[in-house]
């Protein structure tokens, strides 16, 4: 392969005919992911508890990294450093990082937010810490991921309509910002987060600014955070369209399963998410038929796998039994095995998403296929 | 291969002319390990943190569980039930179980030690258990390793000489009670352990009768208790030479480099120890210079591996910057990645000891070597 000119290219490669769905590939400058993607999270450096060469083998492409924790611990001088986000958590392929927008917002103890930024409470040592766009950016440009986020404002969903006004006009005063202070365009893609809540005139008002700014890829922020699945798809439908055909479109912290493919039907291609590897650590595995709770005393004497046919290393390895034991015994292996399969079982649901698409199937995979049902609602089995 | 028509095969393959090295191999119904070996310890079903993948990928070849924590938790019949203790913790190798007594004896709250067994609360809930030679050898039996222990008591290494002599005759009733006890014979192969402190009397006592009931291997217990090295070395050159030539010889639960060492030149086969990943937990790392401490702020910007030269995942893959902060932060990958080490660098040092002892290079091997001195009381580089 050439070196590459750009820092990102984004091939579309099939458009679904029943629905937005579409096929693509992105190219970075640290290799290629397939679309519709989804990146596992590693907040801290790593993905909780898993050794990279079995990321790489759930089919993984691309992860995800948090600028908020990074900044703080052990700061991005030190990661850069070390040799940048890659060296530092072994991922020698594409990596993406947040702008520390979200976990500020959502995490941090405030003290202020104003037009130049966000000042609050280091959780990790109580120091005050000032957030601005130019920080962030300065930061992400540290950490050298091949995808880095604009600074935005995360409002609360519930927050009045014209604190959503001024929230949203500060944020494309930051996008702006951002641009001007992204060191290193040439190898990482700057993109932008159109916010504005539930409210779709503002949403398409933030999508408008911010294509002016013709960035390489464009971000949905601000769902999943409360405003419900049917909030989630009318912001959905409404604002996707709006974005450049010929640019990816990444859907912040989303989600289920079931929000997934909802987001793919309406055209987005990347996605993050902590519930395959939060849930697991904490015993929940997913499976087609809905999940399962691997500290349930059914599975004691269960000497079949998490999900039989599924190719992870945890199946292939160990019977439910072994796993709950590992729970209880308060062994690492437990958590590590639940985390390893749901990533994969994430992977492949995109791998058949993308599959489905590239057939013209899309349509009847989404609506016969029992996983792309799957939410938070299902019922547990118990 | 043909079928095995006995538990354990010993081959001696070379004796080193210096001392009473040997290099060796065993053979059981799980596959063949490399002697003199070191067996990491999976005490609850995992090497802890560590994938079975990468536990082969460390070179172990064979590796132990402990009876005493799995006969408490999830029990024994259920380890049965999901298929013995192979399947139980994904290993198809070679595994070792010892008989409980040791950490009845070091871990538990005992109650009443009597001719029959030894009754003790469970450390898990607090029940009363009750253990004696017949339990053990039903519990090993039914967990199903290639490789089991008698049930020997395992008196204070300061007990009085009268309480030593008692203890003494109990365990070779013991012993006889295993023998007659274990069912399955022509699959697990059961081995004698020679206690008696570091009264040398005692132990050839030991020895001489142990060896009357013709085992398939010996270990030597009660050593690395707090009798100290010289008290090791002692017991070590005058027992080992009245266990027969033709079977495999462990001393249990040992230890630092240098102790293996020192039993090795004596004629010492196997080892097991907890040092490798207990101390790796704790970010100390083994390297042929002395050990390092992976929190040290030193290695804050390192960008070195653990070791220079180390071919194992976590050297290959990480700095120690990034170990460090894994440390800090708390993730999981922190311990897994130094026991990972620890591991390959004691299973670097037993390969570069039969390589050695093949080569009739031994004595230099471990006059020269920095790695042969390492013991508890090397100074921390700090």
Redesign the interface.
């Known amino acids: 392969m050439a070196p590459m000119t750009e820092s990102l290219k984004y091939e579309l490669l099939a458009r679904d005919s029943a629905t937005r769905a579409r096929l693509g590939r992105v190219t970075t400058r640290h290799g290629a992911f397939d679309t519709p993607a989804f990146m596992p999270v590693g907040t ?3 993905v ?2 898993i ?4 990321i790489a083998a759930t089919g993984s492409q691309i992860i995800l990294g948090n600028t908020y ?1 990074l900044m703080l ?2 700061g991005e001088k ?1 990661v850069a ?3 940048d986000l890659h ?4 991922w020698p392929g594409p990596i993406l990082t947040d702008s520390g927008g979200f976990q500020v917002f959502s995490l941090a103890d405030i003290n202020k937010i104003s037009d130049d930024g966000v000042t609050f409470k280091s959780h990790i040592d109580g120091s005050t810490v000032h957030l601005t766009p130019q920080r962030s950016m300065e930061v992400q440009n540290a950490l050298g991921a091949d995808i880095i986020m604009m600074f935005d404002e995360c409002p609360p969903g519930d927050a009045p309509r014209e604190y959503q006004v001024e929230a949203l006009e500060r944020t494309l005063r930051w996008a702006k910002q951002c641009v001007e202070a992204h060191k290193r365009p040439g190898e990482q893609s700057l993109f932008g987060i159109v916010q504005g809540g539930v409210d779709l005139e503002l949403r398409a008002k933030c999508a408008e600014e911010l294509i002016k700014l013709d960035l390489p890829g464009y971000a949905l922020g601000g769902l999943a955070v409360g405003e419900g699945f049917e909030g989630t798809r009318s912001v959905l439908n409404a604002t996707t369209p709006l974005l450049p055909d010929h640019k990816p479109r990444y859907l912040m912290g989303v989600g289920f399963p079931r929000d997934i493919i909802e987001a793919v039907a309406a055209g987005v291609d990347m996605f993050d998410c902590t519930i395959p590897t939060r849930n697991g650590r904490n015993a929940y595995a997913f499976t087609a038929q809905g999940p399962i709770r691997l500290r349930n005393s059914q599975f ?2 269960d ?1 079949t796998p998490i999900e039989v046919g599924c190719d992870c ?1 945890a199946c292939g ?3 439910k ?2 796993i ?3 729970f ?2 308060g ?3 437990g ?3 639940v985390s390893l399969h749901n990533i994969r079982f994430y992977q492949r649901l995109m791998a058949d998403v993308r599959r489905a698409i590239g057939e013209g199937t899309f349509e009847n995979f989404r609506q016969t296929d029992p996983r792309c049902g799957l939410g938070p609602k299902v019922q547990i089995e118990t």
């Open positions: 801290q450096g790593t909780k508890g050794l990279p060469d079995h924790h611990r052990p030190v450093e070390l040799g060296r530092f958590m072994s004691t004497r000497t290393y390895a160990f019977s039994g072994s709950r034991h590992f209880f015994a062994e690492m292996l958590p590590i095995l």
